[in-house]
């Protein structure tokens, strides 16, 4: 009887220690996010500076890491995109969504919606602003005045060839990000902003083309996929389709003959063939789930076997087209899934049992060795918020390798005087050739992708 109550006794210490352990975790995980979005608060730029900054954003950087006889010498420079401020944005949002006692996020929630609002072309929208060029674009017969492009802010492009090469579309990507921020903005201001239908995704998607990017043709042999394609704008189409042609265009870009060559003020879709890209197709199926348009697409099911296909292929977590982190693929496929495309809960099987195969120890996840250090902190956070999203959904994921991935990037928060930051990792790239060298980042990004994740674990364990 004794040996019974002892027992009792010293399962009921240890009930109450592992009561006040969650308990303190918890109250760390709240002030460690709370601090996060304070610094977002505090952060977002607050006045404009013509064609260089723009009230509503937050600071993000365009480096090239190494040089690249398009561009040039190694060099990073602030760069204002739709990207970011919508990404960003779209963050914040769920976080008030999903708690709306933080009614001090509203105002920046709104400044930001303003700023989204100007990349915005008719229902779709650009990564970049429509600005004045930095030079003259034609070798004959300029315009003037001289047309408005896509371009970097402060990134300083040198050539006729490059600048002209950066007015690109408006993109499925930004698209889905622009029209996400609308809805959240109805939702929280109570407004009544028109949102892009279904119907003008199925208007570019992977099917009876005559062009073909090499990138695709190279890394995910799958043609006819019936998934979304990037870019909203028409690629160039052969006479017949032939995947020599494509090659030679692309080889010969720089003559005036090569349909791959950019022209001066005119959008120009990145070598002339429009691409698919994983990531890309998994954003457009979440701003389709989530604003109830799913089941009238055309494209959800190639986009759905696009998915499945990659996630079948060897290193099928190095082939997003625009995005080098090895984890950008999990965070976007799960995030697809937990906004409810069922259909792909195959998909997210491997990427589950891939998180499970390649945490750390100390609860970490890591890049290739040459993207930015490994860049664990943001591989980290895109798991983190994955594993949340899949157990979201009933997935079996232990609360543990969760809690150990938040315990490392509570390790790797820096203090500000304005609350507390991560430093940004690579986010975004310039894709293909340049996917490795061309990239975007952001604290404020990095930043707010944790403390949405942070926001989903708080109300994981109050369930």
Known sequence: ????VLCLILCSIFSVNAQKYDSTFSEEVQTTRDKALLFLVESQIDSSIANKQFKGEWHGTMELTEPYFFIGKKQKHKDSNGFTVSAIHNFLAEVYLTDTSLIYLKPTLNKAFQDILTYRNGQRFNF???????????????????????????????????NNAANVPEDADDTSLGNLATM??????????PIIASEEY????????????WYNHLFVRYPNSGAFLTWHSQEFRFWFLKTPLTFLSTLFIFMPGSSARP???????????????????????????????????LGKNGAIAYIEFLLKQPRWYNNAVYYPNLYHIHYGVARAYA?????????????LENIIETQN????????????????????????????????????????????????????????SNGIKWEGGIFFSGGTALRNILV??????TTALIANSLTKYLKMIQK
């Open 1 to 4: 009887m004794r040996h019974i």
């Open 128 to 162: 970049w602003k429509a600005l004045p060029p930095n030079r003259k674009l034609k070798l004959f017969g300029e315009p003037n005045p001289q047309p408005l492009v896509h371009r970097p802010t402060e990134y300083r492009l040198r050539s006729r060839f490059i």
């Open 184 to 193: 959240y903005h109805n939702q929280i201001f109570a407004d009544t902003l």
């Open 202 to 213: 199925d208007k570019f998607l992977d099917l009876n083309r005559r062009n073909r990017n």
């Open 263 to 297: 022209k001066a003020y005119k959008p120009w879709i990145p070598f002339g063939a429009n691409d698919v890209d994983v990531v890309v197709n998994s954003n457009v199926l979440t701003y389709l789930s989530v604003s109830n348009q799913l089941d009238k697409s």
């Open 339 to 351: 906004a409810a495309v069922v259909q792909l809960a195959p998909a997210c099987q491997t990427i």
């Open 361 to 416: 120890q100390d609860g970490s996840f890591e890049s290739q060795d040459w993207l930015n250090k490994k860049d664990l902190v943001q591989s980290t956070a895109y798991a983190l918020h994955a594993m949340l999203d899949l157990k979201s959904k009933g997935m079996k994921i232990e609360n543990e390798r969760i809690e150990r991935a938040i315990k490392f990037l509570i390790e790797k928060s820096l203090s500000e």
């Open 440 to 445: 975007w980042k952001s604290d404020a990004y």
